[in-house]
Every structure is written in structure tokens, then in C-alpha cells.
């Protein structure tokens, strides 16, 4: 028969209901309990008390100790030995827009660098023009090939990083999660910084060396070729 299965989107984090009396005498441990029962492993943990049912007469003391006990498990850096909730979402935008980024770069450099060398085929063998020479004049022109295709390869990463977290309901988590919009553009924008700074290291630095050296090898090239030809073909 047909099927019943349904798509659905598990959380991690508990609606367990964490109860205080009144007449428990020791209220500022409650609050501390609760404080780190709700806020322990970034509140991803299936037993985490998200609700609190108390007694009136006891709500302003304990309140007043949670409030306390709050800012004690700001998202710090995991790795620092003081962070008591390592970071969410900070840098998963970044990571995801320059790892797409990077991915669809290969796949232009190799889309460039075979046809690159497909058009050295009908030079290859002529005028001591070897296959590996060819090969070193596709490697020399890849920064310069780099250099023009990064502005469009940043965008197809963007987009598709972007599209992935999209798809996954990442950006939803993410806003539900408390992060704002500014903090969500600040790390794209990071990443295209990083990227900007790249480009222009490469156009000013890598590339113009390399594109010389080229020029010079073409030099070369036509020369030798020129000298190995009969004086009719010249």
C-alpha cells in the first residue's frame, strides 16, 4: 500500500518541568541546579528543564539566582578551559560559504586547465614543444585563470552554502537560536573579506610573475619554432 512516512525535524532539548515547593530549604541550590540543567551541553540535552513551576512565595528568590547564574554560560571558545557553552552557529556560515567556495573553484580551475591545454595540442611537437612543456605552461597560467574566475566562483559558493543550510533548516535553527541578522551577515562578510583579500593577493603578487614568465616561454617558443622551419614556410 501506499506509504505513511512522514518527514520530521528532531529536537535536542527537553520540555521537562523542573517543580519547587516552598518548603525546601535550600533555594539558591535549586535555582544553581536549574540554572545548569537548562544551559548544559548548549541546552541540547533531552532532559533539559525548559519549563519551571514554583510557589509564589519563593518565585523572587529564585528567579534572582537564575538571573544570577545566567551569565556564567555566555558561548565562550570551547578550547578555553573557562567556557562553561561552547559556541552554536558562530562560524558555520563562514565555514560552509568558503568550503562551497572553494569547491567550485577546482572545478573551474580543472574545467580551465583542460582547456588550456587542449589548445597547446596542435603546438605540441613542433619546434621541441613537448607535452610537458605544455603541461608547465597550463600550471603558470592557472593564477592569472584564478585571479578572473574567483568573483564568479564566490558567488556560486555563496550561493550554494547557502542554499545547503537552507535546505537542512540550519537557518532556521539558527534564527529561532537568538541570532540575529547582523551577526549572520558579519560572518559572510568575513568571508568575503577573506576571499578579497585572496583575490588581490593573487592578481597583484602571484599572478603578474607568472603571466611574465609565460610570455617570455611564448617568446621562446616562437623563436625556436621560427628556426626550425624551412626559410620558404618562414
Known sequence: GRSNLKRVYNELGGKSAFVVFDDFDDIARAAKTVAGSMFFNQGESCNAPSRLFGREAVADEFLAVVATEAPKYAPGDPLSGSAEMGAIVDETQLRTVLG????VMLVLLALGALFIFIG??????TGGY?????????????PSYLFQLMPVGALIGALLGLGNLAR??????????GVTTARFCLWLGV?????????????????????????EALLDF?????????????
Open 191 to 215: 568571508a568575503g573579506f577573506i576571499l578579497a583579500v585572496l583575490m588581490v593577493a593573487i592578481g597583484e603578487y602571484v599572478a603578474p610573475p607568472l603571466d611574465a614568465a609565460v610570455d
Open 130 to 142: 613537448t607535452a610537458s612543456q605544455a603541461l608547465l605552461f597550463v600550471a603558470l597560467n592557472l
Open 120 to 125: 597547446q595540442q596542435d603546438d605540441i611537437g
Open 100 to 103: 562551497y567556495t572553494a569547491l
Open 168 to 177: 537542512g533548516s540550519e537557518l532556521v535553527v539558527m534564527r529561532a537560536s
Open 222 to 234: 616562437v623563436a625556436r619554432r621560427k628556426a626550425s622551419m624551412p626559410d620558404s614556410e618562414v
